[in-house]
């Protein structure tokens, strides 16, 4: 069983060795995000939701404020 732990420590070192060299290879230096492949856009860092209100069916209407801090997915689809 002691040999199973130590293969496991010399592959989890070597997968650590890989990556510090691919990433030096690529150019990147700690804490600096590597530039997108080619045909792939930037991420943009998420931004805060703008205020707004929709009417409902109920009597109460929907606004946005009552999300704060929370993270929100919107869906869309259409049907024509």
């Known amino acids: 069983m002691n040999v199973r732990r130590q293969d496991c420590r010399l592959a989890g070192l070597f997968l650590v060795s890989?990556?510090?060299v691919v990433g030096m290879a690529l150019g990147a230096t700690p804490g600096e995000a590597p530039e997108?492949?080619?045909g792939l856009a930037a991420v943009k860092?998420?931004?805060?939701?703008t205020a707004f209100s929709l009417p409902?069916?109920?009597?109460?209407?929907?606004?946005?404020s009552t999300l704060k801090d929370k993270v929100v997915?919107?869906?869309?689809?259409?049907?024509?």
């Not at 409902?56 to 946005?64: M, N």
């Not at 997915?73 to 024509?80: K, N, P």
């Open 36 to 38: 997108p492949p080619l």
């Open 56 to 64: 409902s069916l109920q009597s109460h209407g929907f606004e946005a």
């Open 18 to 20: 890989v990556v510090l």
């Open 45 to 49: 860092p998420p931004t805060p939701m």
């Open 73 to 80: 997915v919107v869906r869309f689809w259409a049907t024509w």
